[in-house]
């Protein structure tokens, strides 16, 4: 069975250093995978897509990257974090096309001091 | 571009009554609609999904929503609800052209009392 895994489970960083939050898959390949973050009084907000390796498609304009370096690994990244970027982070895979049902990891809270 | 908007931040109900959460989307081409459910500092549950076919889609928990394509809409519907129902509810949809990601709604915040 697929299974996938976020890390790790809490986070707090001071303002301006580095972040890399990882994701990966199990039981599948080729997976379409997403990085959302959910924010108080904000929703879901998708930041990340990505369809195969190295494809990275950024929904929104912001002080994070993402990258694809293999298969079943999705990479959050921020080379200065900020105030603003504290959340709860949450890793995603979908088959794609007509199997679209997402699964959700368990979620990274980031507190940036 | 597909939108989501759940119009209730919040919806109050006392256990065993019936709840209502929703939701509307906005799209120009057909597209595919789910319900997701958040337990507290959890990643997210499928409750349902409508991808073709009769309208009214039953899920897990007891759950149920129907389709209105000429409403766009798709309201998540419970006869009777628990405690254990509270939880952070989101619809999203799925556009057929670019079935490569899921737009989400902001959610609800659903609070079952005794």
Not at chain 1, 72 to 101: H, P, V
Not at chain 2, 69 to 81: G, W
Request: charged fraction near 15%; aromatic fraction near 12%.
């Amino acid at each position: 069975s697929q299974t996938i895994h976020q890390w790790p489970a809490t986070l707090v960083q001071p303002v301006g250093s580095p972040l890399s939050l990882e994701c990966t898959v199990e039981g599948t390949s080729n997976p379409n995978l997403y990085w959302y973050r959910q924010a108080a009084g904000r929703g879901l907000q998708l930041l990340f897509y990505s369809v195969g390796i190295g494809q990275i498609s950024s929904e929104v304009p912001q002080n994070l990257s993402a990258s694809r370096p293999q298969d079943r690994q999705f990479i959050l990244s921020s080379k200065k974090l900020l105030l603003s970027d504290s959340g709860f982070y949450l890793c995603a895979w979908s088959g794609g096309a007509m199997n679209t049902e997402a699964f959700f990891g368990q979620g990274t809270r980031l507190t940036v001091v | 571009a597909q939108s989501v908007t759940q119009l209730d931040s919040q919806v109050p109900v006392f256990e065993e009554a019936p709840v209502e959460l929703r939701c509307n989307y906005s799209s120009s081409v057909s597209v595919y609609l789910f319900w997701y459910v958040q337990y507290p500092n959890q990643g997210l549950q499928l409750l349902l999904k409508y991808l073709s076919g009769s309208t009214l889609v039953k899920g897990i928990n007891g759950f149920e929503a129907e389709f209105n394509k000429s409403q766009t809409s798709f309201h998540l519907r419970k006869p009777s609800v628990h405690i254990s129902d509270t939880a952070e509810y989101f619809c999203a949809v799925s556009d057929l052209r670019n079935t490569d990601k899921l737009i989400f709604g902001t959610g609800t915040r659903l609070q079952v009392f005794p």
